[in-house]
């Protein structure tokens, strides 16, 4: 047993510092909505600038251009990026799409797509839920129909985050009918601006936007887009799944310990009648509390990272973290606004705004959390029944 | 490099403890009826456990802190009784730091043959050390200490005092241990010291720092014994869930059921994870005991729940379990005090 990071991580922590300290986070072009998981917004620019650092590709394969570092090297990188508010945005989402054209992808993915990844010129928005397809994500109509060399895809996907900013969809598709239900899936990875793409802002509750809706008409992709042998697409969803909830919500834990640090701030230089607001002593054991949960969440975190680490077989592990990643978040913003007070509800940009209005913005993002990419009651049941052997089936 | 697998020798400790306890410490209520603490002490005893704090060039067992949380963890899982955390975590951390004069005592208690308990807590209810207010400065002490563990059993009681500590020998002249009735957990006693005569070979040379830490380690087994507890309510609640037929079907089938067992795992595996952080020093034991106490205490309650009626029945074992949950949440530190840690910690201005 042991909680020490190595030297190695250290010193790669300290170089990640350093470099936030020569190039502050605040002084990267914006280009898309902070959509309140702790990854911060969505800069280009800012991803350009990791690359340039090779961290990226850090972790890939030599034969893949990458240095072979140890899987916790990323880990290293997103604490200290989400402790800085760093705009970060699409990084996991990148890191995983070039985790799996190393393991499925075709030499075209291979020698087109991961080249711009490493490069930080690639994004992915995902294309999995449908109007239809929410929850239960094998309800869905998208097809990909055969002709010749190409698929023909035809379908409307929602809910895809930054899709129109992003350079490429990762289309979860219908490829052919099977007699069981999991079979005849095939992901493709499509290039924005493929003629009939058809991509469309969804104004999110802030009034800013975040999701897309995807109208894909007669959308030709050759058959080097496909990710892995044709049907099995769904296998790859599974295994991304477990990863998806680990890499989509890592870095919560330090970025909501960075929201926490900023409410003691305000709650120490914030006096009411001459009395800093830090002496109560309700509000004393609400933070404090609060810091014990977010500890507790990051170790629930680094314990998953310890079994794909290990090559440990993952059950329920990261659908639980997601959860209570998500509902404590939603927690630390009710209690912001709460500190807040009157002020809570101004926005960015607002006379009168304390804390830049992060508080309402984290407030109003968070609700969409319990939401996305798995809802806290599906997640719920994959524990019960992946991870303590309930019976599954009935709802 | 994190990890957070017990060391081979630790999962032997672990392995040897659950089968030892499964055998002699059963869990339901009837069974446990006949139970002879100190039979149980003794069987301990003979397997090295109170001696792991303690060095082998004193007859301990060479062990570590995070051994010790370990088989803590165990015993909470098995719900055993008696002093082991009073004797062999706080009043031998204490003890271990009084020097060489002490080695005699340390030897007894690591074979078992002597049995320790720390008393600290006067009027206030708190176990900060800083708000004491008896002293022995006049070479007397009168005054009483409260919610004392294991005072009927202890040889030794190591006293906390406003300015030092003494190890006073539990039955001198003008000392009392009046026992206190609690809803459950071992008992706590009052222990009233009437003009008790302090000699200078009674006081123990500690410095604050020596009491904070034993204090630390008091905490740290006792959020153990809360995690270990909680798990045997997890695995006791999964098994109720699957095999519970209404309606037809294991309640378990049930997505209200489902929900209530997954958030089980969510507070036992939280408080798991920062109990190791605390053991291994990566992060405060404050932050863990008032995290696992108010965890380890809804998993009892939400189990209850899952349980339904039988639970209500003495002859279940999980109100037992419960209770000792509730006891070791403010043993050597209730929520408030630990919480108050926190936000000192955390930099909010005091």
């Known amino acids: 047993m042991d909680f020490t990071f190595t030297a190695d991580e250290q010193a790669f922590a300290a170089e990640v510092r350093r470099f936030l300290r020569d190039r502050p986070p605040s002084t990267f072009a914006i280009d898309g909505m902070d959509a309140g998981y702790g990854s911060g917004a969505n800069s280009k620019a800012f991803i350009r600038a990791l690359a340039e650092r090779g961290w990226i590709r850090m972790c890939w394969p030599r034969a893949f251009g990458g240095d072979e570092r140890p899987m916790f090297f990323k880990l290293v990188l997103l604490e200290e990026l989400a402790r800085a508010g760093a705009p970060f945005g699409p990084l996991p989402g990148i890191w995983q799409t070039a985790d799996a054209i190393i393991e499925y992808g075709s030499e075209r993915l291979r020698t087109e797509v991961l080249p711009a990844i490493a490069r930080g010129e690639a994004s992915f928005w995902q294309g999995y839920s449908e109007p239809d397809a929410g929850s239960d994500l094998l309800a869905l109509k998208t097809e990909a129909r055969r002709d010749g060399d190409d698929y023909v895809i035809r379908g409307h996907k929602i809910w895809s985050s930054h899709a129109g900013i992003a350079t490429h969809g990762l289309i979860f598709t219908r490829t052919s009918r099977e007699a069981r239900r999991s079979r005849g899936f095939s992901m493709f990875v499509v290039p924005n601006g493929t003629r009939g793409m058809d991509i469309r802002p969804i104004t999110s509750l802030t009034g800013e936007v975040y999701h897309y809706e995807v109208f894909l008409d007669e959308v030709r992709v050759p058959e080097g887009l496909r990710f892995g042998p044709e049907g099995e697409g769904f296998v790859a969803l599974l295994n991304g799944l477990d990863s998806d909830r680990f890499w989509g919500r890592f870095y919560k834990a330090p970025a909501l310990e960075r929201v926490l640090h900023r409410l003691v701030e305000y709650a120490n230089t914030t006096r009411v009648d001459g009395v800093p607001l830090a002496r109560d002593a309700g509000l004393r054991r609400r933070l404090a509390a609060m810091a014990t949960e977010l500890a507790a969440l990051r170790w629930l975190f680094y314990r998953a990272a310890c079994q794909f680490r290990d090559g440990a077989p993952i059950t329920y592990e990261t659908a639980v973290a997601k959860v209570m990643a ?59 029944t992946r991870g303590l052997g309930l019976p599954a089936g009935a709802r | 490099m994190i990890d957070f697998r017990p060391s081979s020798a630790q999962q032997l400790l672990v392995s040897t403890a659950r089968e030892y306890l499964r055998r002699h410490c059963p869990i339901e209520p009837d069974r446990r009826a006949g139970l002879d603490v100190i039979q149980l002490w003794r069987g301990m005893a003979e397997l090295g456990w109170p001696g792991l704090l303690i060095s082998s060039g004193v007859g301990g067992s060479d062990g570590t802190l995070v051994d010790v949380i ?13 002093p082991f955390v009073p004797s062999a975590v706080a009043a031998t951390s204490l003890l271990l730091a009084g020097g060489a004069r002490q080695q005699r005592r340390l030897t007894e208690l690591a074979t ?3 049995i320790a308990t720390v008393a600290l807590v006067e009027e206030r209810g708190s176990f900060d050390p800083a708000g004491l207010t008896l002293t022995a400065a006049s070479g007397r002490l009168t005054g009483r200490k409260l919610f004392v563990g294991a005072a009927d059993l202890a040889d030794d009681l190591v006293v906390v005092l406003r300015d030092g500590v003494v190890v006073l020998p539990s039955d001198r002249r003008g000392i009392a241990r009046v026992p206190l009735q609690a809803i459950g957990g071992d008992p706590l006693f009052e222990v009233r010291f009437d003009d008790v005569e302090i000699g200078a070979d009674d006081r123990l040379a500690v410095t604050a720092g020596a009491v904070a830490a034993a204090l630390e380690a008091g905490a740290l087994a006792r959020t153990a014994e809360m995690v270990g507890a909680a798990r045997r309510i997890l695995e006791m609640s999964v098994e109720h869930a699957k095999t519970r037929v209404q309606g037809g079907r294991p309640i378990g089938g049930h997505q209200a059921i489902q929900h209530a067992c997954a958030d089980l795992v969510r507070d036992v595996d939280t408080a798991r994870g920062l109990l190791y952080a605390a053991a291994c020093d990566a992060s405060d034991v404050a932050a863990a005991k008032a995290y696992a106490s108010e965890a380890c205490l809804t998993v009892a309650r939400r189990a209850h729940q899952i349980f339904g009626a039988i639970s209500y029945c003495a002859e279940h ?34």
């Open chain 2, 317 to 350: 074992p999980l109100h037992m379990i419960h209770k000792r949950i509730l006891a070791a949440s403010l043993d050597f530190g209730d929520t408030t005090l630990h919480l108050e840690r926190v936000a000192r910690a955390i930099g909010l201005e005091a």
């Open chain 2, 112 to 114: 078992g043959d002597r």
């Open chain 1, 326 to 384: 998500d509902e404590t978040g939603q927690k630390l913003a009710r209690l912001g606004m709460d500190l807040l007070g009157m002020w809570a509800p101004l926005r960015a940009g607002s006379p009168e705004a304390k804390l830049d209005g992060e508080i309402s913005h984290a407030y109003l993002t968070s609700l969409g959390h319990t939401i996305a990419g798995g809802t806290a009651e599906v997640l719920r049941t994959t524990v019960a």
């Open chain 2, 70 to 82: 370990l088989l803590v963890e165990e015993l909470g899982y098995a719900a055993v009784p008696g």
